[in-house]
């Protein structure tokens, strides 16, 4: 058996074969929905990513005509399809183009008003079209048709992870439609500037032969024209800019205004994404002319079923404002599209009029499909999610060990009314055999981030299933990471005293959250959020993330938008106070883009930050002195080898064996440490990219739990928690 092995996955996933066409019902739902185009029958085709599918709608939305999970049936191309991510329809021929990105290839599809057929399959090493020369693709994203100078298509195809030996550049690359390789490119110079290609996502065209490239690991959409030349993968463009718009550096990975995605639509051209939430309009030549923010509802399309007084807000907000606009397509009337949403796992039917003189401007919500995706009515099953961000356990035999400083009188007021508590509540405890804890040792706690909710699971049964109604307490929208923090003593205020807490960063509101445990084991609100929303200054925080908690209490908090880790201390009237701030420092100065994203905290104290952007893992002593750094930038190809490479490593966590393990998010890979004195030694790991999520693949990975020398990973866009078990000998 391997080092590094799946066990299973929780969370409700749609298997092959499960869903039937027809008109849909009130509770369908997609799973992270990336790509969408309508054909020349006024279908719309939507690549169902999460659920490794393609669904074709009416363009009512109202009913589903098509599932295709598996093309190609009894030929050699046969494969169920994995992880499906952007369409093009072919402008002339009824063929549908669909980039396969975990099975490295494009798939064509035929189709007329009543059938889809498989037609052929090309780009990866089994196309059978292009010769050995030929390097397969590797992780193909945005692609687009262009007619060129010589009147003839090609299909273009974003290859977004693709790297060679030494060279961590990502490539563009053309197709004939048949699918015979043309050519690629991996850098545009210019007249002001070099593009790389970094992780290119998004890719569209326009009328006169020029390609729109979302470049999103450099922030930039490129306007390229495909009459340029192109040497040695280098397009040459000669005295003029390929940059359409920059958008800026990154600031952490919670900035989710990021570009990943450029369509363009009668010469406007649309940036999903740029702002948060939001659409950004320009014309080709770069010029903005709108902002779309907003929508206005009509209320035409179906309700949604209401399972607690959460959803009536949630309703009402998901059809008023954007949530992540990915991908935007154009209906048959004028002004009229369909734009997919990934994190709230819909697909959107509007009207947005033309504006052309610079202001914001709202849309018209026409329908929409993809309803919420959490099953509350299923009491008895596992719950559909919706960017689950974390996860976290309780262990209820394990004791605190610090004490909390005693500052002033309050503290020491506290101090001794809680012992007073305590000694009344053993006894009431002893006697009603209450154990708030009983069922924390084999459940998992989990941020539905999507949901607004925590989700509480017994990792014991088999299959692993929900514990409903554990969260009793107000969770707000926008709860990210998770902290448990185990008390020596009995805090003010405890219904069970001395029992854990439990901390919730807030990325919305900009604050962290406390909870206690009840008598029955259920999770209620304690104390009063601390931090507030601000850029500098002491006790603000800017989209908080990931946080730890000591034995003594003191709390660090990725604070990832001001560059810093935020330093708290929680006192024993259950107050929590602002300590200090501190960045990593580099050559006796703080390094101004440091980029913390996750915190975990050792045995002897230490301080282990994820630095995401600089590529490296920091280390801190308890004060928050600079001691040494692990890592450098680079893909992760062989484990063994290159154990060190990090590209945007989005979370860590000790184990109780004093083990680090780290979530590599760009190379999809989990990586256990042993912590030495001054660098990490790598012991185990695995690459858990274009896998089925049922069999331990994962997509966008975030905060990860280590316990028991198993390794919960929950997965915001596959939408479940799997579970990893290592062995270190």
């Known amino acids: 058996m391997s080092k590094f092995h799946h066990i299973t996955h929780y969370g409700e996933l749609v298997l092959p074969g499960t869903t039937a066409r027809g008109e849909l019902p009130d509770d369908f739902t997609m799973n992270s929905p990336v790509g969408i185009a309508r054909d020349h029958y006024d279908h719309v085709w939507v690549c169902d990513t999460g659920n490794s599918r393609l669904l074709v709608f009416s363009a009512d939305l109202d009913t589903l005509l098509h599932v295709i999970d598996t093309p190609g049936e009894g030929s050699e191309q046969a494969r169920r399809l994995m992880m499906p991510f952007h369409l093009c329809p072919h402008p002339e021929q009824d063929l549908m183009y669909c980039t396969d990105m975990g099975n490295g290839r494009v798939v064509v599809f035929d ?26 693709l590797s992780d193909p994203n945005g692609i687009a048709f262009v007619k060129e100078a010589d009147g003839e298509h090609y299909v273009y195809v974003c290859d977004e992870f693709f790297h060679t030996k030494g060279d961590d550049r990502s490539r563009c690359v053309k197709f004939t439609p048949e ?91 649309f940036v999903p994404g740029q702002v948060e939430d939001s659409i950004t309009i320009y014309d080709t030549d770069g010029k903005l002319l709108t902002v779309v923010e907003g929508m206005l509802p009509l209320w035409n399309h179906k309700a949604q079923p209401v399972h607690s007084l959460s959803d009536l807000v949630y309703g009402t907000l998901e059809d008023a404002v954007f949530v992540g606009p990915y991908q935007i ?48 009515a299923l009491k008895a099953a596992t719950s559909q999610f919706n960017c689950m961000t974390a996860v976290i356990g309780v262990d209820p035999k394990r004791a605190g060990s610090g004490t909390l400083p005693h500052s002033n009188w309050l503290d020491n007021w ?48 088999d299959p692993i299933s929900q514990l409903q109604d554990m969260m009793r307490g107000f969770f707000m929208p926008g709860g990210l990471a998770m902290a448990v923090y185990y008390p020596s003593q009995p805090l003010l205020g405890q219904i069970c005293p001395g029992t854990p807490l439990v901390f919730v960063t807030n990325f919305n509101a900009c604050t962290v959250s406390m909870f206690q445990f009840g008598p029955g084991g259920h999770l209620l609100n304690y104390g009063l959020p601390f931090g507030r929303e601000g850029l500098g200054g002491n006790g603000t925080l800017k989209a ?60 002897q104290e230490r ?52 083990h680090l393990i780290v979530n590599d998010l760009v190379n999809r890979a989990l990586k256990v440490f042993r912590i030495g004195e001054d660098t990490l030694e790598y012991v185990t790991g695995e690459l ?35 579970i990893y078990a290592y062995q270190l000998e």
């Open 111 to 136: 189709y007329d008003e009543h059938t889809v057929d498989f037609q052929f399959a090309f780009g990866d090493a089994a196309d059978g079209i292009n010769g050995k020369d030929f390097v397969p």
């Open 179 to 269: 699918g015979k390789f043309v050519l690629q490119f991996r850098t545009v110079d210019d007249a002001n500037s070099t593009h790389d290609l970094l992780w290119p996502q998004g890719l569209a065209s326009d009328s006169r032969g020029n390609l729109y490239l979302a470049n999103t690991g450099h922030y930039e959409v490129l306007k390229i024209d495909t009459a340029w030349p192109i040497k040695d993968e280098r397009v040459q463009c000669p005295g003029e800019t390929s940059l359409l718009h920059s958008f800026g550096n990154p600031a952490g990975i919670g900035k989710f205004n990021v570009m990943r995605s450029v369509c363009v639509i009668d010469d406007r051209v």
């Open 329 to 376: 397509c154009a209906a048959a009337d004028a002004n009229v599209y369909y734009v997919t949403e990934p994190f709230a796992s819909t697909v959107l039917k509007m009207r947005i009029a033309p504006d052309r003189d610079g202001g914001d401007q709202d849309a018209i919500l026409l329908d929409a499909v993809g309803h919420r995706r959490d099953n509350q």
């Open 414 to 461: 506290a101090t001794a009314t809680a012992n007073i508590y305590k000694y009344w509540y053993d006894q009431l405890k002893l006697h009603a055999r209450l154990d708030p804890l009983a069922q924390a040792a084999t459940s998992s706690y989990n941020i539905d981030s999507g949901n607004w909710c925590m989700k509480t699971f017994d990792t014991a049964a």
């Open 544 to 603: 908080p993330q990931g946080l730890e908690v000591n034995s003594r209490g003191e709390i660090y908090i990725a604070d990832s938008l001001n560059n810093r880790i935020s330093m708290w201390q929680l006192q024993p009237s259950g107050l929590v106070s602002f300590v200090k701030n501190f960045q990593w420092v580099e050559d006796g100065e703080p390094l101004a883009n440091f980029a913390p994203c996750d915190v975990a905290i050792d045995a």
């Open 607 to 658: 301080v282990f930050v994820c630095d995401q952007f600089n590529n490296c893992i920091r280390v801190f002593d308890r004060e928050g002195k600079s001691l040494w750094s692990y890592g450098r930038a680079g893909y992760c190809d062989d484990l063994e080898k290159d154990a060190d490479k990090f590209y945007l490593p989005a979370s860590l966590c000790v184990d109780q064996e004093g």
């Open 688 to 722: 858990v990219f274009k896998k089925y999520p049922e069999v331990g693949g994962v997509w966008m990975p975030f905060f990860i739990y280590a316990r028991d020398r198993r390794v919960y990973v929950p997965d915001t866009t596959f939408n479940v928690v799997n």
